[in-house]
């Protein structure tokens, strides 16, 4: 027990809290009509994101328990900010359909092998950083739209396709990588 307080009391862990305590922050903003808000608390859970990696990488303070809270952070921003742009009709649901859908192939995967050959390292990979980081521009973009009025109020369906093609080819190769390794 002590092991995990001690994980848990790391600077970059307490941003990744930081970023988790941010999200329903963000939702309320939403909800209720603070677009301003909304833009500034996605943005700085965003950029909170690259702070506790860097921060963890620089001072060798980089622990399971972050780990598994940074993965947890990335995906529940992500998935609460795509469903709630898609319920306001910001972004086009098909698009949410495939950004949850990959994540929940990558962490059924990911349980699979963990049963199966007791792998339970997640290692990220370049086309799952770059899905995500154009996920995050994406709803950055639609929370920067709805505060500048002279921007579309939905962004071009290209860079929803550009999202969605780096979104499966990210999972395509997450799939691919977990049958290699179990099958080593």
């Not at 994980?7 to 941003?15: H, V």
């Not at 972004?91 to 007791?118: A, E, F, K, N, P």
């Not at 973009?141 to 109020?153: F, G, I, S």
């Not at 969605?164 to 290699?180: E, K, M, P």
């Amino acid at each position: 027990m002590t092991n995990i307080l001690s994980q848990a009391a790391t600077i970059p862990n307490m941003i990744t809290l930081v970023r988790i305590i941010l999200i329903p922050v963000f939702v309320a903003a939403v909800v209720h009509g603070h677009y301003g808000y909304a833009l500034f608390f996605f943005v700085t859970a965003a950029l909170s994101d690259m702070l506790d990696g860097m921060v963890a990488r620089r001072t060798n303070q980089k622990t399971r328990l972050g780990a598994f809270l940074d993965a947890f952070a990335d995906k529940a921003l992500l998935i609460t900010s795509f469903i709630i742009c898609s319920v306001y009709g910001w972004i086009s649901q098909w698009l949410t359909v495939c950004v949850l859908g990959r994540d929940l192939v990558i962490t059924l995967g990911w349980v699979l092998l963990t049963l199966m050959s007791r792998h339970t390292k997640v290692g990220t990979i370049m086309s799952g950083k770059i899905a995500i980081a154009s996920q995050l521009v994406l709803i950055s973009y639609v929370m920067l739209a709805l505060n500048v009025a002279e921007l579309p109020d939905r962004p071009p369906d290209f860079a929803e396709w550009i999202v969605a093609a780096l979104t499966v080819f990210s999972g395509i190769q997450y799939v691919y990588r977990g049958v290699i390794r179990d099958g080593d």
